[in-house]
């Protein structure tokens, strides 16, 4: 299984990115697609999820109203839309998927799998 994240980079405060996750080497029906991210020297944070079956999705407190998380069945493709972006949005964001029974938000989750990771950078 592979996850490959891309659509990272460097924004002003305010701009929107789009983060896309190529998953490939299974089928994900029950499985779960998330995005967690991570800034160095701090704990990994949940971001946001979403069933890949039924497209119920969560969202990380911080980013309620800004993010949207949304999947492509025919592209095997998960996105991330990120508005209204912050500084405080800066962090190394990584895809991730694990079947539901296993998911978890947690900042030791030990889904299945985990993509390489994209840089976001937020400049104010």
């Known amino acids: 299984v592979q996850l490959q994240a891309s659509g990272g980079g460097l924004v002003q405060a305010g701009d929107s990115l789009r983060l896309s996750c190529a998953a490939s080497g299974r089928t994900f029906s029950g499985y779960v697609m998330g995005w967690f991210r991570q800034v160095p020297g701090k704990e990994r944070e949940f971001v946001a999820s979403?069933?890949?079956?039924?497209?119920?999705?969560d969202y990380a407190d911080f980013v309620k109203g800004r993010f949207a998380i949304s999947r492509d069945y025919a592209k095997n493709m998960v996105y991330l839309q990120m508005n209204s972006l912050k500084p405080e949005d800066t962090a190394v964001y990584y895809c991730t998927s694990s079947s539901g029974t296993y998911w978890s938000t947690s900042s030791e989750a030990s889904n299945e799998y985990w993509g390489q990771g994209t840089q976001v950078t937020v400049s104010s």
């Open positions: 979403i069933w890949w079956s039924s497209g119920v999705t």
